[in-house]
T-cell receptor, first 111, second 110 residues
Framework: EPEVTQTPSHQVTQMGQEVILRCVPISNHLYFYWYRQILGQKVEFLVSFYNNEISEKSEIFDDQFSVERPDGSNFTLKIRSTKLEDSAMYFC?????????FGEGSRLTVL | RKEVEQDPGPFNVPEGATVAFNCTYS??????FFWYRQDCRKEPKLLMSVYSSGNEDGRFTAQLNRASQYISLLIRDSKLSDSATYLC???????????FGTGTRLQVTL
């Protein structure tokens, strides 16, 4: 069964550093997303991406964040100048129609 | 007011019990509704979509009341493997952002 894959599964970084989280969506999907979940809290939408551009973004997704689809398969989330409060699980998802398929997540720990 | 509100739980029920979860949403523009299941420290997985006419999938029944902006999930004959957090989710359209509730934790015991 096709699946969304994410790397790394866990990243530890120092405050102020830049991190890149990588995702390989399901190959025939056209819509891509990033969500995050701070420990013990709800899943929150960050950004959606379609046709090589951002289609929607939340208030969380400020200038610190960016997304890119550098080639035909990868979809990346870059977080610049990380803060302690960026520590969370980051989920990538993709969809063809209504159902979103989530990756297993990348846990980011900022020290 | 939270966009999607759920019973916080946890719900502790014995195997074989019937359990019901409730959810209310505040955005009247919401068009599609879902229940997702999330196991501890795992990704959310779609359990079922929710339709106005109500829909059933095996032991799971979902209901939507648009007038009351209320969604429910009923689980019959609970199994140990049903233990998880159940997330109520709304969206305003296809490929639009999903808005998640905080989830209701279910623990099924012997």
């Amino acid at each position: 069964e096709p699946e969304v894959t994410q790397t790394p599964s866990h990243q530890v970084t120092q405050m102020g550093q830049e991190v890149i989280l990588r995702c390989v969506p399901i190959s025939n999907h056209l819509y891509f997303y990033w969500y995050r979940q701070i420990l013990g809290q709800k899943v929150e939408f960050l950004v959606s991406f379609y046709n090589n551009e951002i289609s929607e973004k939340s208030e969380i997704f400020d200038d610190q964040f960016s997304v890119e689809r550098p080639d035909g398969s990868n979809f990346t989330l870059k977080i610049r100048s990380t803060k302690l409060e960026d520590s969370a699980m980051y989920f990538c998802a993709s969809s063809e129609f209504e159902e979103l398929f989530f990756g297993e997540g990348s846990r980011l720990t900022v020290l | 007011r939270k966009e999607v509100e759920q019973d916080p739980g946890p719900f502790n029920v014995p195997e074989g019990a019937t359990v019901a979860f409730n959810c209310t949403y505040s955005n009247s523009a919401s068009q599609s509704f879902f229940w997702y299941r999330q196991d501890c420290r795992k990704e959310p997985k779609l359990l079922m979509s929710v339709y106005s006419s109500g829909n059933e999938d095996g032991r799971f029944t979902a209901q939507l009341n648009r007038a009351s902006q209320y969604i429910s999930l009923l689980i019959r004959d609970s199994k140990l493997s049903d233990s998880a957090t159940y997330l109520c989710v709304c969206t305003t359209g296809t490929a639009s952002k999903l808005t998640f509730g905080t989830g209701t934790r279910l623990q099924v015991t012997l």
